[in-house]
T-cell receptor, first 114, second 111 residues
Framework: ETGVTQTPRHLVMGMTNKKSLKCEQH?????MYWYKQSAKKPLELMFV???????ENNSVPSRFSPECPNSSHLFLHLHTLQPEDSALYLC?????????????FGEGSRLTVL | EDQVTQSPEALRLQEGESSSLNCSYT??????LFWYRQDPGKGPEFLFT???AGEEKEKERLKATLTKKESFLHITAPKPEDSATYLC????????????FGPGTRLSVLP
């Protein structure tokens, strides 16, 4: 596989469920990101990891818990979400700190919270 | 306050009708300006990076230009397959690794 892959592509969960989103990049990049895309709003940065260390947390509620076991894999653990958390969650990667470089995005995970 | 705006919000063109999309930004210390294309239900696809005023990049029917305050994405003789939402994003030296995105322009090209 090439690029950035995300699973699942679609997820429906209740407010009391616990689920996880997975992201894997095959580009040899050192930085990985979670972005949230809601209807009619610009992409919002959630978290950034460099060399599997979290370097940015954009004031995200604790019901979203990221995990980055290595530079190629990124997870977003979800628990006790609210309906307003329904959105497209996008994973991206880039070359990393000190490099001006574009983001490469996955196809996204469409989350619906009932 | 640093911000990125895009205009128009939506644009409908006839096939072959050239036009331009605008991205205006107010940031201190621009590190790079990026254009993406996003199809419905999919992740953004990278198109161009521009680093300094006066720079231009081209790819097929698309041409991106940059000034100190804005960027334009020129679409020449568009085809229906160019229909998508076009996003611009900026990265500034004081943003760390944050890329700040504009709201996008939704382009529809009619046959």
């Amino acid at each position: 596989e090439t690029g950035v892959t995300q699973t699942p592509r679609h997820l429906v969960m209740g407010m009391t469920n616990k689920k996880s989103l997975k992201c894997e990049q095959h580009l040899g990049h050192n930085a990985m990101y979670w972005y949230k895309q809601s209807a009619k709003k610009p992409l919002e940065l959630m978290f950034v990891y460099n060399f599997k260390e979290q370097t940015e947390n954009n004031s995200v509620p604790s019901r979203f818990s990221p995990e980055c076991p290595n530079s190629s894999h990124l997870f977003l653990h979800l628990h006790t979400l609210q309906p307003e958390d329904s959105a497209l969650y996008l994973c991206a990667s880039s070359r990393g700190l000190g490099n001006t470089g574009e983001l490469f995005f996955g196809e996204g995970s469409r989350l619906t919270v009932l | 306050e640093d911000q990125v705006t895009q205009s128009p919000e939506a644009l409908r063109l006839q096939e072959g009708e050239s036009s331009s999309l605008n991205c205006s930004y107010t940031v201190s210390g621009l590190r790079g300006l990026f254009w993406y294309r996003q199809d419905p239900g999919k992740g953004p696809e990278f198109l161009f990076t521009l680093y300094s005023a006066g720079e231009e990049k081209e790819k097929e029917r698309l041409k991106a230009t940059l000034t100190k305050k804005e960027s334009f994405l020129h679409i020449t003789a568009p085809k229906p397959e160019d229909s998508a939402t076009y996003l611009c994003a900026v990265q500034a030296y004081n943003y760390g690794q944050n890329f700040v995105f504009g709201p996008g322009t939704r382009l529809s090209v009619l046959p």
